[in-house]
């Protein structure tokens, strides 16, 4: 199917420094009647509209892909030799503009795109492309005039990419993507980052990870956070009911000026890890309450019910592709929180969770296949003046949602010799208290319903 650009759309012309110039119709005209087709073309003549005009390729929806470090990026042909990213529908003059655009979303220290290497057709490198059309045209042509621009880094990166570009493929990016099975808890050690080495696809995803230091790392955190108390409460509550994972999403504002990240409301997901039909119905509920409070995305949250509030490999993977999704979709830099909460770990000081907020940074350009970094985020906690109606609101809802779950924690039971479960979440719960101290007093009604369930 032929595809034609949209009527305004934004026009990307930059493509790193190793970006060909693309020739004009009447220069490429030129070129072709000068030199012939018995005489060698440049590298910069051999441009995506030569091989649409001989032939080679045929415009169409979705015919053109980026995989990079495990992250998958969809693109349509254009008539006149252009790319329109799908998730954007930006247009770019090449596919280098292209690449380097989207390496860069993923690993911002990425200074090129090596785009004939990196983008392929149908499956096939556009390299290759280029490559066939020498032999046809030009058979005595060096071959060194396709081959520049390959980089062993993008077929390595794209053999990393496998996994996850067969998890996306044709979905929709969101709530079901992080709402994946997970085996029972059982104690997990966690390992140090630099032990980890090359992505291995025989490595264990719930291998849990100890976070780094943005300054061990040489960075500086490239953002502030503040969250509410409320969404701690509502966050921890959620977390506390029930021994299996649960999952959730952040609403907020994020302030370019300021480079603060506001996070204003928790949303719990009230549905089962891989019950990907109840998740889109979820997804499309949490949608319609960030755009009714005007909020926006600004991150998720997941429990490790009896385990440390670290990241696992598969939590680092999660982060990046939301991290991703929220700098693409805007066209702009936007940080994407990860929180993970951990209400039942005995390793914990006292009755309270471990509440971890977190991010990804890339890894080393000069390694492509290596895990994301899992850092931690310094973040400021804003005690909110009182609890909210929409939180007790929230609170009820998910009561009602594991009454008869067979995995409701039972509060009438011991958490240690002298503390029982519903001791356990009342003290957590009053680690994130409002100012006004009446709350106690609103949440006795939720804690009566909790000791009525089991």
Not at 96 to 110: D, E, F, G, I
Request: some cysteine; proline content about 6%; overall charge negative.
């Amino acid at each position: 199917m032929d595809s034609e650009p949209p009527s305004s759309p934004q026009v990307v012309e930059d493509g790193g420094e190793e970006d060909e110039e693309e020739l004009s119709g009447g220069e490429e005209a030129d070129l072709r009647s000068s030199t012939g087709r018995g005489s060698l073309l440049t590298r910069r003549g051999i441009t995506l509209r030569v091989l649409l005009k001989d032939g080679l390729v045929e415009p169409g929806d979705g015919v053109l892909a980026i995989h990079y470090l495990g992250k998958n990026f969809v693109g349509d042909l254009l008539n006149d030799g252009k790319i329109r990213w799908v998730e954007t529908g930006q247009i770019f003059n090449s596919p280098s503009a292209w690449a380097t655009h989207c390496k860069r979303l993923v690993n911002p220290a990425k200074k090129s795109g090596c785009g004939w290497a990196s983008v392929r057709y149908r499956g096939q490198k556009l390299a290759q492309y280029k490559t066939t059309w020498l032999h046809k045209y030009q058979p005595s042509a060096d071959m060194s005039l396709v081959s520049e621009e390959d980089d062993d880094e993008d077929e390595e990166e794209g053999k990393a990419a496998v996994q996850a570009d067969e998890k996306n493929k044709n979905t929709k990016p969101g709530l079901h993507d992080v709402m994946v099975s997970r085996r029972t808890d059982r104690e997990r050690i966690p390992v140090r980052y630099c032990t980890l080495g090359t992505r291995d696809a025989a490595r264990d995803p719930l291998t849990l990870v100890e976070l780094s230091a943005f300054s061990a790392i040489n960075r500086f955190q490239p953002f502030n956070v503040a969250v509410s108390s409320n969404v701690l409460l509502l966050m921890d509550f959620h977390c506390h009911l029930t021994t299996s994972e649960v999952v959730g999403y952040l609403g907020g504002r994020w302030d370019t000026n300021t480079q603060l990240l506001t996070v204003l409301r928790a949303f719990p997901c009230r549905t089962r890890l891989g019950d990907r039909d109840a998740a889109s119905a979820v997804e499309e509920e949490i949608c319609q309450n960030l755009f009714m409070r005007g909020l926006s995305l600004v991150g998720w949250y997941h429990s490790h019910p009896r385990g440390p509030a670290l990241p696992s490999l598969q939590d680092i993977d999660s982060q990046m592709d939301h991290q991703l999704r929220l700098q693409g979709s805007n066209n702009g830099f936007q940080p994407c929180l990860g929180v993970i909460c951990g209400p039942y770990y005995h390793g914990n000081q006292g009755v309270a969770s471990t509440i971890t907020p977190f991010w990804v940074v890339p890894p080393p350009e000069q390694r492509p296949n290596d895990y994301g970094i899992p850092v931690a985020v310094e973040v400021t906690y804003v005690q909110d003046n009182f609890l909210t109606s929409d939180v007790l609101n929230e609170m009820m809802l998910l009561v009602d949602y594991y009454r008869a779950a067979p995995d409701l924690v039972h509060f009438n039971q011991y958490w240690c010799p002298d503390t029982t479960m519903m001791d356990k979440i009342k003290g957590s719960l009053s680690c994130h208290a409002p100012k006004d101290q009446a709350y106690s007093q609103i949440l006795e009604h939720v804690y009566s319903q909790l000791s009525n369930m089991n």
